[in-house]
């Protein structure tokens, strides 16, 4: 299923052109509250079988809305924790190394790689359709576009082997950075270069894990301005999905809702007022965003 947020905070199923509404079902059967959040559903579709029979059955019996009629919004806006990787693809450390100074990461183990792991703001969330604010201070904001895992179960100490089954399913996420003046050389600072207000980009929707085989098998593309930007597959990420759950649980506990964002390919772009940008990763859809510089 593709698991959407939209309108007035509002949980639906989107199937072709349609969306049909689901919260009203889940809240009736008593899986979620009045006023519930995307955190609520998530948790109850990943562990009550009665919430997915409930949304299931809204899918015979509910009115469905024209997708082109909703707002979608952002898939969670509260997640408990949004973790990020850092510098997952080698042609993305390689185009860093030149453009910014970075460090060689070339002989680090992978657990060390995965150490840099930062954590995003909530706070700086926006979802499809949305405008990316580039902040006064910067004379160089990049896109990133990245496969994102949402986790559906609490996990603690996870082999590989069993970390896919404690995700709910995946949506994109675009990690927006400031790479000027603060990212020439130093790391330490991406909590704040990635997490200006509208630097955090979800959606369009989340697909649930049975609709996605293999996570380590799907294409991305992106578009700035209707021109090819960036093409890129997931199999090229150094540190999978599976590893990244084997090793951030191996340190903390995973909750429902929480993000765990994957990397950008190589093939970042400066962003200006005005630029339009598309992201596409196979299987799970397209989301576009708009630009515009502070004012």
């Known amino acids: 299923m593709k698991i959407c947020h939209y309108n007035q905070n509002e949980a639906g199923v989107v199937e072709g052109d349609k969306v049909y509404p689901i919260g009203d079902a889940l809240v009736r059967g008593g899986h979620v509250r009045n006023g519930y959040t995307m955190v609520e559903v998530?948790?109850?579709?990943?562990?009550?079988?009665?919430?997915?029979?409930?949304?299931?059955?809204?899918?015979k019996s509910a009115t469905p809305l024209p997708l082109a009629s909703v707002k979608l919004l952002a898939p969670i806006t509260n997640p408990?924790?949004?973790?990020?990787?850092?510098?997952?693809?080698?042609?993305?450390?390689?185009?860093?190394?030149?453009?910014?100074?970075?460090?060689?990461?070339?002989?680090?183990?992978?657990?060390?790689?995965?150490?840099?792991?930062?954590?995003?703001?909530?706070?700086?969330?926006?979802?499809?359709?949305?405008?990316?604010?580039?902040?006064?201070?910067?004379k160089d904001v990049d896109f990133e576009c990245e496969l994102c895992a949402v986790i559906g179960k609490k996990a603690r100490?996870?082999?590989?082997?069993?970390?896919l089954d404690y995700v709910f399913g995946y949506t994109i996420c675009w990690d927006l950075s400031q790479r000027d003046p603060w990212g020439?050389?130093?790391?330490n600072t991406r909590n704040i270069r990635k997490g200006f207000d509208t630097f955090t980009a979800l959606g369009p929707w989340i697909v649930t894990r049975d609709e996605i085989e293999e996570p380590q098998d799907l294409s991305i593309n992106v578009e700035q301005?209707?021109?090819?930007?960036?093409?890129?597959?997931?199999?090229?990420?150094?540190?999978?999905?599976?590893?990244?759950?084997?090793?951030?649980?191996?340190?903390?506990?995973?909750?429902?809702?929480?993000?765990?964002?994957?990397?950008?390919?190589?093939?970042?772009?400066?962003?200006?007022?005005?630029?339009?940008?598309?992201?596409?990763?196979?299987?799970?859809?397209?989301?576009?965003?708009?630009?515009?510089?502070?004012?």
Not at 81 to 100: F, G
Not at 157 to 163: D, I, L, P, W
Not at 269 to 290: F, H, P, V, W, Y
């Open 80 to 138: 408990p924790s949004l973790w990020a990787a850092a510098a997952n693809y080698r042609a993305h450390q390689a185009e860093m190394k030149i453009k910014m100074g970075s460090a060689d990461r070339a002989e680090l183990s992978k657990d060390e790689l995965m150490a840099e792991f930062f954590l995003k703001p909530t706070s700086s969330i926006i979802g499809p359709g949305d405008t990316v604010i580039l902040p006064k201070i910067s």
């Open 225 to 295: 301005n209707g021109k090819p930007a960036m093409t890129a597959h997931t199999s090229d990420m150094i540190c999978g999905i599976r590893e990244h759950i084997r090793f951030l649980t191996s340190c903390l506990t995973l909750r429902p809702g929480d993000l765990i964002t994957t990397g950008t390919p190589a093939g970042v772009k400066k962003l200006a007022d005005g630029d339009r940008l598309k992201g596409t990763i196979d299987k799970i859809g397209s989301m576009e965003l708009k630009v515009a510089a502070e004012r």
């Open 42 to 59: 998530v948790d109850a579709l990943a562990n009550r079988a009665g919430a997915l029979e409930a949304a299931r059955g809204a899918l």
């Open 184 to 187: 020439r050389g130093r790391h």
């Open 157 to 163: 100490k996870v082999s590989e082997e069993r970390a």
